[in-house]
């Protein structure tokens, strides 16, 4: 609801561009909410993304405080929204599908719509019954966007049962890009070189990201891996024969020992016998 309050004061590629920062309010609630910690090199890759937004904000020719505080709220939420979906699409307990979450959420959400909706844009209802009665196509084209955003929630819960929250707002960063260059030819939202560096500045940190969180999951991949090959060489049992023969091996070294304990305690406790010519001379 956020994001499209802020188009009414800011224009798409703006808004796009802050929807870019998602990925770290995504990466800091996982680490509030649920202590998963990502490598220094995602933390840096971070940066740019926020520098670019800075930059792009600066020089937006049709730059609004309440289109972007409401702008940037609803990215926060957006990351908050992924990071519980994440959750309890995880959870092994809940066994929660991507269909049924749709199907607890659509309802709350309608309650939450409904009231706002009615506040904030009292005629919403009687102009669309006005637009309707016009024969434009209203109605199909109001059917094809609920269709449509059905399917983007839908795959948006796949893709974070499947991969992660931070991956599914990376992801969602492609999707801006599009949207900013729609936005120029379609509407000529205007755009200076500061906004077009900011812009790319943007793109470099989420590609940066993209980078550096593949190369994360590989070295988690291969530290799981050691960790489970040290493991099955300790549990592995061993071999009854190889057993026997270190036994037999220990009891043949044992006797060994003890014979020659015996043999040498018997050589101490006898004298040898003497000549008997020296015995003779030792009697006289």
Not at 120 to 138: C, K, M, R, S, Y
Not at 147 to 163: D, E, Q, R
Request: charged share 10%; aromatic share 8%.
């Amino acid at each position: 609801m956020l994001g499209n309050v802020s188009l009414k004061y800011i224009p798409v590629s703006f808004n796009q561009a802050i929807g870019a920062t998602t990925p770290a309010f995504t990466a800091l609630l996982a680490a509030i909410m649920l202590g998963h910690r990502e490598t220094q090199a995602v933390y840096l890759s971070l940066v740019p993304v926020i520098v670019g937004i800075v930059i792009a904000s600066h020089a937006e020719p049709m730059f609004n405080l309440i289109g972007f505080c409401a702008a940037l709220t609803a990215t926060a939420g957006r990351a908050l929204k992924s990071v519980l979906q994440g959750i309890m699409l995880s959870d092994s307990s809940e066994r929660m599908d991507s269909l049924s979450l749709l199907l607890y959420m659509a309802p709350v959400a309608t309650a939450a719509l409904v009231p706002v909706t009615l506040f904030f844009e009292p005629t919403a209802l009687a102009n669309a019954i006005v637009l309707g009665q016009t024969g434009t196509g209203f109605w199909p084209l109001l059917v094809f966007n609920a269709a449509m955003a059905y399917f983007v929630n839908l795959t948006n819960f796949l893709v974070t049962k499947h991969t992660s929250a931070l991956t599914l707002q990376v992801l969602g960063n492609a999707k801006g890009v599009v949207a900013v260059i729609a936005s120029v030819l379609v509407f000529r939202n205007p755009i200076n070189r500061y906004t077009v560096f900011g812009y790319l500045v943007t793109v470099g940190g989420v590609v940066a990201y993209s980078s550096a969180k593949r190369q994360s999951k590989k070295s988690e991949a291969l530290k799981k891996l050691a960790a489970k090959g040290s493991d099955v060489e300790s549990s592995q049992p061993r071999s009854p024969f190889s057993s026997l023969a270190t036994a037999e091996s220990r009891d043949t070294t044992n006797g060994q020992h003890n014979h020659t304990r015996s043999l040498s305690t018997s050589l101490s406790d006898k004298s040898l016998p003497m000549p008997r010519g020296f015995s003779s001379f030792w009697e006289a």
